[in-house]
């Protein structure tokens, strides 16, 4: 048998290669019935070859989508993330110089309004804060070198900040108007009121009080402060604050109404400080100047105009005597 089995083994190997599948599909191919137990037998043994085929692929499939296939799409994200911070970084820089232009058109706007101030800008370096995070002073880049000198008005866009308190070469102090030092004459916007804004050194908001003795028409919250010029130290026509309530409290023969500042303190960069006013008499610029009433020589070697058409100048009265001419020096050479 064997030696048979061992001569006709190509034979034999070969038949069953053949009739197996055949079988299978004619099996297969009936209609439908119940699992026969070759069937039943072979699905024990393929299953789980086919279960670690499976996962095999499914491994070797993740492996290609998340290292090989992905090289290229890592790199790109690489590449947008890095161009993502630029833009980013750019924006940043866009949105800062939009403020910074903002701010000098409001300055701009605020000097074609008020061509009677003379201003000059500067930054703030430091910043002194309460416990609770509020600014109760603040120091400038600025001082002596500027013309900066103690008790100059500092504005912001046309509002109040405060007025300096101390100065050096390069530097300046400023106090706040919400500084319990600070007093303000301002008068109210189209109410006929008129009193003194003095701060409240609160260590937690920005709140100064108006005192007033009376009042002409009902005040509302909102109602704007300027400043009334009656100080003799800030110009009139600036901008104070605003009424944050209406109850009032009686101090003495005064009454006091809680002010908002008209300026944001936390949020301030750049501040103006004005270091003199245009008088509206003034001559312009490049026209000659006005003889002395005195008659004093006028500076620069000009002099006074003198009067025409055979007109003479007016006689002292009450027996003063006119000064006489200096008789002049007599010329070489003459008699």
């Given at each position: 048998?064997?030696?048979?089995?061992?001569?006709?083994?190509?034979?034999?190997?070969?038949?069953?290669?053949?009739?197996?599948p055949l079988f299978l599909?004619?099996?297969?191919?009936?209609?439908?019935?119940?699992?026969?137990?070759i069937?039943?037998?072979?699905?024990r043994?393929?299953?789980?070859?086919?279960g670690a085929a499976?996962?095999?692929?499914?491994?070797?499939?993740?492996?290609?989508?998340?290292?090989?296939?992905?090289?290229?799409v890592?790199?790109?994200?690489?590449?947008?993330?890095e161009?993502?911070?630029?833009?980013?970084a750019?924006a940043a820089?866009l949105?800062?110089?939009l403020?910074?232009?903002?701010?000098?058109?409001?300055?701009?706007?605020?000097?074609?309004?008020?061509?009677?101030?003379?201003?000059?800008s500067?930054?703030?370096i430091?910043?002194?804060?309460?416990p609770y995070g509020?600014v109760i002073?603040?120091?400038l880049?600025?001082?002596?070198r500027?013309?900066f000198?103690?008790?100059m008005?500092?504005?912001?866009?046309?509002?109040?900040?405060?007025r300096?308190v101390?100065?050096?070469?390069?530097?300046?102090?400023?106090?706040?108007?919400?500084d319990?030092?600070?007093?303000?004459?301002?008068?109210v916007l189209?109410k006929?009121?008129?009193?003194?804004?003095?701060?409240?050194?609160?260590?937690?908001?920005?709140?100064a009080?108006?005192?007033y003795l009376?009042?002409a028409?009902?005040?509302?919250?909102?109602?704007?402060?300027?400043?009334?010029?009656?100080d003799?130290?800030?110009?009139?026509?600036?901008?104070?604050?605003?009424i944050r309530?209406?109850?009032e409290?009686?101090?003495e023969?005064e009454?006091?109404?809680?002010?908002?500042?008209?300026?944001?303190l936390a949020?301030?960069?750049?501040?103006?400080?004005?270091?003199?006013?245009?008088?509206a008499?003034a001559?312009?610029?490049g026209?000659?100047?006005?003889?002395?009433a005195?008659?004093?020589?006028?500076?620069?070697?000009?002099?006074?105009a003198q009067?025409t058409g055979?007109t003479?100048?007016?006689?002292?009265t009450?027996?003063?005597?006119?000064?006489?001419?200096?008789?002049a020096?007599p010329?070489?050479?003459?008699?």
């Open positions: 048998m064997r030696e048979f089995l061992a001569r006709h083994r190509r034979t034999i190997v070969s038949f069953v290669g053949l009739a197996l599909l004619y099996v297969h191919g009936r209609s439908p019935r119940k699992t026969t137990i069937e039943k037998a072979l699905i043994v393929t299953a789980p070859v086919q499976s996962r095999l692929l499914s491994g070797l499939s993740e492996v290609w989508h998340g290292y090989i296939a992905l090289v290229d890592e790199q790109a994200n690489e590449k947008l993330r161009e993502n911070v630029a833009l980013q750019e820089r949105q800062i110089i403020v910074e232009n903002a701010r000098l058109r409001e300055e701009l706007e605020f000097k074609k309004s008020r061509r009677d101030l003379r201003t000059v500067a930054h703030i430091g910043k002194d804060l309460s509020r002073r603040i120091s880049d600025a001082g002596e500027s013309g000198a103690e008790g008005p500092v504005i912001h866009a046309g509002a109040l900040v405060g300096i101390a100065v050096s070469g390069e530097y300046a102090e400023v106090m706040l108007t919400v319990a030092r600070s007093v303000v004459n301002v008068r189209n006929g009121v008129t009193g003194s804004v003095t701060g409240t050194s609160s260590p937690y908001n920005y709140i009080r108006l005192s009376h009042r028409e009902p005040l509302e919250v909102g109602d704007q402060l300027v400043t009334s010029g009656h003799k130290i800030f110009p009139p026509g600036l901008l104070v604050g605003s309530s209406l109850e409290r009686q101090r023969v009454y006091e109404l809680q002010v908002t500042p008209s300026v944001n949020d301030l960069d750049i501040v103006q400080v004005i270091i003199g006013v245009v008088e008499d001559p312009p610029p026209t000659a100047p006005l003889p002395p005195n008659g004093a020589p006028v500076p620069g070697g000009a002099h006074p009067p055979g003479h100048p007016a006689q002292p009450g027996g003063a005597q006119p000064a006489q001419p200096t008789p020096a010329r070489p050479g003459g008699r």
